[in-house]
């Protein structure tokens, strides 16, 4: 096959690539795979359609809407506002299409559904709660991977096998439960101090508040040094005090709930259901 | 007819006079002369005024039972003049203080009266009014030294040995011994029929009662800390105890005590505080009676069933409740070896002599600790309140104390895994830890409630039923551990056996001898502990009947044979003395004869 | 899963001297109700062993029966442990430290276990002043057996079931100090910042040190009426000083004003800081303290804080003149005569 000499050059910050002029180059080779480029080109786009481009010859994309400035024309994936992840391509699928949808329905755009948002207690009796709250110390299994001599000759074997289905549940189990919230209810609280002393790794702390969020940190049971992780602060208890939260250290694991005589304490699962066009989410 | 060293004679006295001591001393005196004697104080349940007995059986034959007949009664006590009379044998003698008349009503025609004006020698010799009242019981030792053809030079050796340190006292008390020879010596003919004449029949054996031996036997064993609540009779046990201990058990260097000694609130607390030294370690032991170990059940329960070692001594005395507390009985069986609700069954050692009552105390400890379980020395007021002659007691420097399956810090660490209750070696028997051996291994918390082989609260029923049958499993091993029975077989295997323990031993053994001269010998058999080793059921299953002698009303013993190794009722005849006095070899042989009466008619 | 605690710890758990964290000192998940006073005692006494340092197999933990009976399995898993029979506590740890001495006496008992059936075995560990913390959880009530008033329930205290009690309940703390107890406390399981000084500063102390620790049982005695209620303590507590511990003179005190700062000096040289909130009362005068629990009775108030102490006691083995060596480490050595001493015994005895 033979290929072009090119070299790099930056014009108005945009790389492009300009031949050399030199002879082309051959390479011999048994099978030629072409690929395609993972690049935004839009050159087949008529510019007088009414889509504006910006500086960077892309379209000119709402980032809530994905309406480009030509009101029939929606964009989302990569093609919206550049390379992301598969899972944002469908989430801007979801947005284009209830922008599409409003459209259509001589509605605006810009008035959107908002995603259903729900927090429910988890709390089913003693010891029994509606998620799984064991914390496990076992570390991130390995994916077990084919003999290296057989997947080096043959590029058509697969080189991850993927974990067999005890290891796979064992793998999921090691849920850190990232939905399943401590919520606190000053109110109820009687200031026992029992999800103080239950937790496992000290996060719970109830004393005097400090007008410092500094001082505040440094008081709690073991001081809570990471700033970038808020504190949960309560409002005044009876007693004068508050109770303050680490969540940088919390386990979710309940037992502060469980402990709790008065489920001022409870987890709360989060639940998320984005938006979709046709007002489909609130079926 | 003169019978030389074998007579019984009885002092009956007034509680609180301090007759005992000089009762001792003629018994004792006799003892010198090297003739057996055997002495039991029959005292009642006060202090002070009430009617108290002692009673010296010399025997050349070296029998040491009680034996009933009264052939020489010293009265100085009015209160039960009648009664005394009443119980002299046709022909005995009858010694009284003659200083006031005898009342004619109290005369017997078949006994002979020999009056000593004891008070009015006193009256005449001594000033001080207690003295008056002491020395009158020298008095009569000294006359019936004379009557007896004691030797007089032995009881004043007697004398030096108690008033070691007090020797002003010496004097007067020789002087009353010899006011009481004198007045024999000038006014009557003596000796009497019966006498004692010097032998040399009692080899190195002592005198000492149980509960003094017991009680040097523990601090032989290695005991350290001692609990109890005081109950008669076990209390001079711990007493006994206590003055060996101030004696031996002192830090040299320090001065400071390597004992420690609580009289606690009840007998609650005394078993509490022994299970709970035992558990940390140390030798601790208590001493009770019947009453005491009706309130130590529970507590026995939580020590068999956490399998703590911890050693009781029942020193019985009759019941129920509070029974006579100052007679003796054999009636602690059933309540000791199942003591506490539950399935419980408790470790037995039941001694017949002071010596044993010594060599047994030393080795409960070592049982308790190996079984790691209660073990109980089943005494009883006869043993441990009365002196008896018995051999004298031996120790092998040799020994040492075996402490049972307790692990040391280096053995934790190099265990892969340990369980508290979990049975290694397939004896039944766990290992145990103390307190403070290990930083991070070992401890683990001792529970009367169900428990795992780990130590941790269970309700499982398995688990449950795994730890109850190993506990079994364990008394099994105890049987191979603790004395087995004592069988005494005759040239030609009898028909039908005898079984006795404990104090019924001398008794026994006279009814035995007297039977064997009849020409009707009996094999016999003695227990020594319980759980019965497998000797007992052999024993038993070679015989037609078997004669069960003890000294309660329900047949204790026999009860525990019956339902710990299912022997047929019929074969086990009951033999049973619980009047509160010691068993006699009459009593025995009068019930054996009436039932194999009875079976031939 | 929250019947099993979880393995993970903060990883910057503070470390005391020994280098061990919180989580060497404590022990299995609790099984009491949620909520219970007596978790947050067990949580006091594992912060108070942490901050004095203490190794935990050096202490034993003793108990009787109830629910305040079962915590010593809730903290100092390294501790051996004894869960004895009801009420009698006291003797066990009697008989464990005549066999010690050198190791430290942590009992705790409840007020079923010490004010009813086990009174006996209270007032005679009092009496011989054995060298232990005795910590009572006191919520008024037998929890284990559904709420029933025990007899520190006050007069007039209303359960749960609507039953007004129609006894005067037991004064554990003033009953102590007239039998002549040589350390006492009282507290509220909810005041940690008082309970965990108290707790120290009785476990460094040499003899009888009783702590009573109203604990309220959350299940059957938190009502409306129940004077060992969380409401009602907070609302009816009247702390005598706030206390401060200070181990083995670990700080040189300069001035300070007496009125106001009672400075006892302890057997083993430590010090407690008392912050006197009332000039009436000083905690080395029986008088002062006895007027003070009367005086508070009948304002319904519960006095807390260090109420008495003793520094000059005296522990039973002292007492009873015991060898400094632990018993339990003596062997045929020092504890057997021999044959030769048991022949002249013997000889004495022909």
Same mark, same amino acid.
């Given at each position: 096959?033979?290929?072009?000499?090119?070299?790099?050059?930056?014009?108005?910050?945009?790389?492009?690539?300009?031949?050399?002029?030199?002879?082309?180059?051959?390479?011999?080779?048994?099978?030629?795979?072409?690929?395609?480029?993972?690049?935004?080109?839009?050159?087949?786009?008529?510019?007088?359609?009414?889509?504006?481009?910006?500086?960077?010859?892309?379209?000119?994309?709402?980032?809530?809407?994905?309406?480009?400035?030509?009101?029939?024309?929606?964009?989302?994936?990569?093609?919206?506002?550049?390379?992301?992840?598969?899972?944002?391509?469908?989430?801007?699928?979801?947005?284009?299409?209830?922008?599409?949808?409003?459209?259509?329905?001589?509605?605006?755009?810009?008035?959107?559904?908002?995603?259903?948002?729900?927090?429910?207690?988890?709390?089913?009796?003693?010891?029994?709660?509606?998620?799984?709250?064991?914390?496990?110390?076992?570390?991130?299994?390995?994916?077990?991977?084919?003999?290296?001599?057989?997947?080096?000759?043959?590029?058509?074997?697969?080189?991850?096998?993927?974990?067999?289905?005890?290891?796979?549940?064992?793998?999921?189990?090691?849920?850190?439960?990232?939905?399943?919230?401590?919520?606190?209810?000053?109110?109820?609280?009687?200031?026992?101090?029992?999800?103080?002393?239950?937790?496992?790794?000290?996060?719970?702390?109830?004393?005097?508040?400090?007008?410092?969020?500094?001082?505040?940190?440094?008081?709690?049971?073991?001081?809570?040094?990471?700033?970038?992780?808020?504190?949960?602060?309560?409002?005044?208890?009876?007693?004068?005090?508050?109770?303050?939260?680490?969540?940088?250290?919390?386990?979710?694991?309940?037992?502060?709930?469980?402990?709790?005589?008065?489920?001022?304490?409870?987890?709360?699962?989060?639940?998320?259901?984005?938006?979709?066009?046709?007002?489909?989410?609130?079926? | 007819?003169?019978?030389?060293?074998?007579?019984?004679?009885?002092?009956?006295?007034?509680?609180?006079?301090?007759?005992?001591?000089?009762?001792?001393?003629?018994?004792?005196?006799?003892?010198?002369?090297?003739?057996?004697?055997?002495?039991?104080?029959?005292?009642?349940?006060?202090?002070?005024?009430?009617?108290?007995?002692?009673?010296?059986?010399?025997?050349?034959?070296?029998?040491?039972?009680?034996?009933?007949?009264?052939?020489?009664?010293?009265?100085?006590?009015?209160?039960?003049?009648?009664?005394?009379?009443?119980?002299?044998?046709?022909?005995?003698?009858?010694?009284?203080?003659?200083?006031?008349?005898?009342?004619?009503?109290?005369?017997?025609?078949?006994?002979?009266?020999?009056?000593?004006?004891?008070?009015?020698?006193?009256?005449?010799?001594?000033?001080?009014?207690?003295?008056?009242?002491?020395?009158?019981?020298?008095?009569?030792?000294?006359?019936?030294?004379?009557?007896?053809?004691?030797?007089?030079?032995?009881?004043?050796?007697?004398?030096?040995?108690?008033?070691?340190?007090?020797?002003?006292?010496?004097?007067?008390?020789?002087?009353?011994?010899?006011?009481?020879?004198?007045?024999?010596?000038?006014?009557?003919?003596?000796?009497?029929?019966?006498?004692?004449?010097?032998?040399?029949?009692?080899?190195?054996?002592?005198?000492?009662?149980?509960?003094?031996?017991?009680?040097?036997?523990?601090?032989?064993?290695?005991?350290?800390?001692?609990?109890?609540?005081?109950?008669?009779?076990?209390?001079?046990?711990?007493?006994?105890?206590?003055?060996?201990?101030?004696?031996?058990?002192?830090?040299?260097?320090?001065?400071?005590?390597?004992?420690?000694?609580?009289?606690?609130?009840?007998?609650?607390?005394?078993?509490?505080?022994?299970?709970?030294?035992?558990?940390?370690?140390?030798?601790?032991?208590?001493?009770?009676?019947?009453?005491?170990?009706?309130?130590?059940?529970?507590?026995?329960?939580?020590?068999?069933?956490?399998?703590?070692?911890?050693?009781?001594?029942?020193?019985?005395?009759?019941?129920?409740?509070?029974?006579?507390?100052?007679?003796?009985?054999?009636?602690?069986?059933?309540?000791?070896?199942?003591?506490?609700?539950?399935?419980?069954?408790?470790?037995?050692?039941?001694?017949?002599?002071?010596?044993?009552?010594?060599?047994?105390?030393?080795?409960?400890?070592?049982?308790?600790?190996?079984?790691?379980?209660?073990?109980?020395?089943?005494?009883?007021?006869?043993?441990?309140?009365?002196?008896?002659?018995?051999?004298?007691?031996?120790?092998?420097?040799?020994?040492?104390?075996?402490?049972?399956?307790?692990?040391?810090?280096?053995?934790?660490?190099?265990?892969?895994?340990?369980?508290?209750?979990?049975?290694?070696?397939?004896?039944?028997?766990?290992?145990?830890?103390?307190?403070?051996?290990?930083?991070?291994?070992?401890?683990?918390?001792?529970?009367?409630?169900?428990?795992?082989?780990?130590?941790?609260?269970?309700?499982?029923?398995?688990?449950?039923?795994?730890?109850?049958?190993?506990?079994?499993?364990?008394?099994?091993?105890?049987?191979?551990?603790?004395?087995?029975?004592?069988?005494?077989?005759?040239?030609?295997?009898?028909?039908?056996?005898?079984?006795?323990?404990?104090?019924?031993?001398?008794?026994?053994?006279?009814?035995?001898?007297?039977?064997?001269?009849?020409?009707?010998?009996?094999?016999?058999?003695?227990?020594?502990?319980?759980?019965?080793?497998?000797?007992?059921?052999?024993?038993?299953?070679?015989?037609?009947?078997?004669?069960?002698?003890?000294?309660?009303?329900?047949?204790?013993?026999?009860?525990?044979?019956?339902?710990?190794?299912?022997?047929?009722?019929?074969?086990?005849?009951?033999?049973?003395?619980?009047?509160?006095?010691?068993?006699?070899?009459?009593?025995?042989?009068?019930?054996?004869?009436?039932?194999?009466?009875?079976?031939?008619? | 899963?929250?019947?099993?605690?979880?393995?993970?710890?903060?990883?910057?758990?503070?470390?005391?001297?020994?280098?061990?964290?919180?989580?060497?000192?404590?022990?299995?998940?609790?099984?009491?109700?949620?909520?219970?006073?007596?978790?947050?005692?067990?949580?006091?006494?594992?912060?108070?062993?942490?901050?004095?340092?203490?190794?935990?197999?050096?202490?034993?933990?003793?108990?009787?029966?109830?629910?305040?009976?079962?915590?010593?399995?809730?903290?100092?898993?390294?501790?051996?442990?004894?869960?004895?029979?009801?009420?009698?506590?006291?003797?066990?740890?009697?008989?464990?430290?005549?066999?010690?001495?050198?190791?430290?006496?942590?009992?705790?008992?409840?007020?079923?276990?010490?004010?009813?059936?086990?009174?006996?075995?209270?007032?005679?560990?009092?009496?011989?002043?054995?060298?232990?913390?005795?910590?009572?959880?006191?919520?008024?009530?037998?929890?284990?057996?559904?709420?029933?008033?025990?007899?520190?329930?006050?007069?007039?205290?209303?359960?749960?079931?609507?039953?007004?009690?129609?006894?005067?309940?037991?004064?554990?703390?003033?009953?102590?100090?007239?039998?002549?107890?040589?350390?006492?406390?009282?507290?509220?399981?909810?005041?940690?910042?008082?309970?965990?000084?108290?707790?120290?500063?009785?476990?460094?102390?040499?003899?009888?040190?009783?702590?009573?620790?109203?604990?309220?049982?959350?299940?059957?005695?938190?009502?409306?009426?129940?004077?060992?209620?969380?409401?009602?303590?907070? *609302?009816?507590? &009247?702390?005598?000083?706030? /206390?401060?511990?200070?181990? #083995?003179?670990?700080?040189? =005190? !300069? $001035?300070?004003?007496?009125?106001?700062?009672?400075?006892?000096?302890?057997?083993?040289?430590?010090?407690?800081?008392?912050?006197?909130?009332?000039?009436?009362?000083?905690?080395?005068?029986?008088?002062?303290?006895?007027?003070?629990?009367?005086?508070?009775?009948?304002?319904?108030?519960?006095?807390?804080?260090?109420?008495?102490?003793?520094? *000059?006691?005296? &522990?039973?083995?002292?007492? /009873?003149?015991?060898?400094? #060596?632990?018993?339990?480490? =003596? !062997? $045929?050595?020092?504890?057997?005569?021999?044959?030769?001493?048991?022949?002249?015994?013997?000889?004495?005895?022909?």
């Amino acid at each position: 096959m033979y290929f072009e000499k090119v070299k790099a050059e930056y014009v108005d910050g945009k790389r492009k690539l300009i031949p050399t002029g030199e002879p082309d180059v051959f390479y011999p080779a048994d099978d030629v795979i072409i690929a395609i480029g993972q690049e935004n080109r839009f050159e087949w786009i008529e510019r007088d359609l009414g889509i504006e481009f910006d500086k960077w010859d892309m379209p000119v994309v709402s980032p809530e809407t994905f309406a480009s400035t030509a009101p029939k024309v929606f964009f989302g994936g990569d093609a919206a506002l550049g390379p992301k992840n598969v899972i944002t391509a469908v989430a801007q699928g979801h947005q284009a299409a209830i922008s599409i949808d409003l459209y259509c329905n001589g509605l605006d755009i810009s008035d959107r559904p908002a995603p259903d948002t729900k927090l429910f207690s988890t709390k089913m009796g003693i010891h029994e709660w509606a998620y799984d709250n064991d914390v496990t110390t076992d570390n991130r299994f390995i994916v077990p991977q084919a003999d290296k001599k057989e997947t080096l000759s043959n590029r058509l074997k697969e080189v991850e096998l993927g974990f067999d289905l005890a290891t796979a549940f064992k793998e999921a189990q090691r849920c850190l439960n990232c939905d399943v919230q401590t919520v606190f209810d000053e109110y109820k609280c009687i200031e026992c101090d029992a999800c103080m002393d239950i937790c496992p790794t000290n996060c719970i702390t109830f004393t005097t508040n400090e007008d410092d969020e500094n001082s505040l940190r440094m008081k709690l049971l073991v001081p809570a040094i990471n700033q970038e992780q808020e504190l949960l602060v309560s409002d005044t208890l009876k007693t004068g005090k508050v109770m303050v939260k680490d969540e940088d250290v919390c386990l979710h694991c309940g037992l502060c709930a469980e402990r709790c005589p008065t489920a001022a304490w409870d987890m709360k699962q989060f639940n998320y259901n984005t938006a979709k066009a046709g007002h489909l989410c609130y079926a | 007819m003169s019978r030389v060293n074998d007579f019984v004679v009885r002092f009956a006295n007034v509680n609180g006079t301090g007759s005992a001591s000089a009762n001792y001393l003629f018994a004792k005196s006799v003892f010198r002369m090297g003739v057996p004697v055997s002495a039991k104080n029959i005292f009642p349940s006060n202090i002070q005024g009430l009617p108290t007995w002692y009673e010296v059986r010399v025997s050349e034959k070296g029998y040491l039972g009680r034996k009933e007949g009264i052939d020489l009664m010293i009265s100085v006590n009015p209160q039960s003049f009648k009664k005394d009379i009443a119980s002299v044998r046709s022909g005995g003698y009858f010694l009284y203080d003659s200083t006031k008349p005898l009342h004619n009503e109290f005369l017997r025609e078949d006994i002979h009266f020999i009056g000593v004006p004891l008070m009015e020698i006193c009256n005449r010799e001594f000033t001080d009014p207690r003295q008056k009242q002491l020395f009158k019981n020298i008095v009569y030792v000294g006359a019936v030294a004379r009557l007896l053809n004691i030797d007089t030079n032995i009881i004043e050796g007697l004398f030096a040995e108690q008033f070691q340190g007090k020797e002003k006292l010496i004097a007067p008390n020789v002087k009353a011994l010899h006011l009481g020879s004198d007045f024999i010596k000038e006014n009557f003919s003596f000796p009497l029929d019966f006498y004692v004449e010097a032998r040399d029949l009692v080899g190195d054996s002592i005198m000492i009662d149980g509960n003094s031996a017991a009680g040097l036997g523990a601090i032989y064993a290695g005991a350290t800390v001692v609990s109890w609540y005081p109950i008669t009779p076990s209390t001079s046990l711990v007493s006994s105890f206590e003055s060996y201990a101030k004696k031996l058990r002192k830090d040299p260097l320090t001065g400071k005590n390597n004992f420690s000694i609580v009289q606690a609130e009840d007998e609650l607390a005394a078993i509490g505080m022994a299970i709970g030294a035992n558990w940390n370690g140390a030798r601790s032991f208590t001493a009770t009676s019947g009453p005491g170990l009706s309130l130590m059940s529970e507590f026995l329960g939580l020590a068999y069933y956490s399998e703590l070692p911890v050693v009781l001594v029942d020193v019985q005395r009759s019941g129920p409740s509070t029974g006579m507390p100052t007679r003796t009985q054999q009636s602690d069986f059933i309540s000791a070896a199942y003591a506490s609700h539950g399935d419980t069954k408790h470790v037995l050692l039941i001694p017949s002599t002071p010596t044993e009552c010594f060599d047994m105390m030393a080795d409960a400890f070592d049982y308790a600790e190996k079984l790691q379980t209660p073990v109980i020395v089943m005494s009883d007021l006869d043993l441990g309140m009365n002196d008896h002659m018995t051999p004298a007691f031996k120790w092998d420097d040799s020994r040492k104390y075996q402490r049972g399956k307790v692990l040391t810090a280096e053995q934790l660490d190099a265990l892969p895994q340990w369980g508290r209750y979990r049975d290694v070696d397939g004896d039944g028997i766990p290992y145990r830890t103390l307190p403070g051996t290990h930083p991070t291994k070992g401890s683990y918390f001792t529970r009367g409630s169900s428990h795992d082989e780990n130590a941790a609260y269970s309700e499982d029923s398995p688990t449950y039923v795994r730890i109850m049958d190993r506990l079994l499993k364990k008394l099994e091993t105890a049987k191979k551990m603790i004395p087995a029975p004592e069988v005494h077989l005759g040239e030609k295997k009898s028909d039908v056996a005898m079984l006795y323990f404990g104090t019924s031993m001398h008794a026994a053994e006279e009814a035995l001898d007297i039977l064997k001269n009849d020409g009707a010998s009996m094999d016999a058999i003695r227990i020594k502990s319980f759980p019965f080793c497998n000797e007992v059921k052999e024993f038993i299953e070679n015989y037609d009947r078997v004669f069960v002698v003890e000294q309660n009303r329900d047949a204790q013993m026999r009860s525990l044979l019956i339902n710990e190794l299912e022997i047929d009722p019929k074969k086990l005849i009951k033999v049973l003395n619980y009047d509160g006095t010691p068993i006699t070899a009459d009593f025995i042989l009068k019930n054996v004869h009436q039932h194999l009466f009875q079976s031939i008619n | 899963m929250t019947y099993i605690k979880p393995k993970f710890a903060h990883p910057r758990l503070p470390e005391n001297k020994l280098g061990y964290t919180r989580k060497e000192y404590e022990g299995s998940l609790s099984t009491l109700c949620a909520g219970c006073g007596h978790d947050s005692i067990s949580a006091a006494i594992v912060d108070a062993c942490f901050e004095l340092n203490i190794e935990p197999h050096r202490v034993a933990k003793m108990s009787g029966i109830g629910c305040s009976s079962k915590t010593p399995a809730y903290f100092l898993s390294n501790s051996h442990g004894f869960n004895s029979v009801h009420g009698r506590m006291p003797s066990v740890t009697t008989g464990a430290n005549l066999a010690n001495r050198s190791m430290i006496y942590l009992g705790v008992s409840g007020d079923g276990d010490t004010a009813s059936i086990g009174m006996g075995q209270f007032t005679h560990v009092i009496r011989r002043n054995v060298n232990m913390t005795y910590i009572v959880m006191n919520n008024g009530c037998y929890g284990l057996t559904k709420g029933q008033d025990s007899a520190t329930a006050d007069y007039g205290s209303i359960s749960k079931s609507g039953h007004v009690n129609s006894f005067e309940g037991i004064d554990l703390c003033g009953m102590a100090i007239e039998l002549g107890a040589t350390f006492v406390a009282q507290s509220f399981s909810g005041d940690k910042a008082q309970l965990i000084p108290l707790i120290k500063a009785a476990l460094s102390h040499s003899g009888f040190s009783l702590i009573n620790v109203v604990s309220p049982c959350v299940t059957f005695n938190n009502n409306q009426g129940s004077t060992k209620s969380y409401d009602y303590v907070r *609302e009816h507590n &009247e702390a005598l000083s706030s /206390i401060d511990f200070v181990p #083995v003179r670990e700080e040189i =005190l !300069t $001035e300070y004003d007496h009125t106001k700062l009672k400075v006892v000096e302890m057997h083993d040289g430590s010090l407690i800081k008392l912050n006197k909130l009332s000039p009436e009362w000083d905690p080395q005068d029986k008088l002062s303290i006895m007027t003070a629990l009367h005086k508070s009775h009948e304002r319904h108030e519960i006095l807390t804080g260090l109420l008495y102490i003793d520094s *000059e006691s005296v &522990e039973l083995n002292e007492l /009873i003149n015991t060898t400094n #060596v632990p018993l339990n480490t =003596l !062997t $045929e050595k020092e504890l057997c005569p021999g044959s030769e001493i048991l022949e002249q015994i013997c000889s004495d005895l022909r």
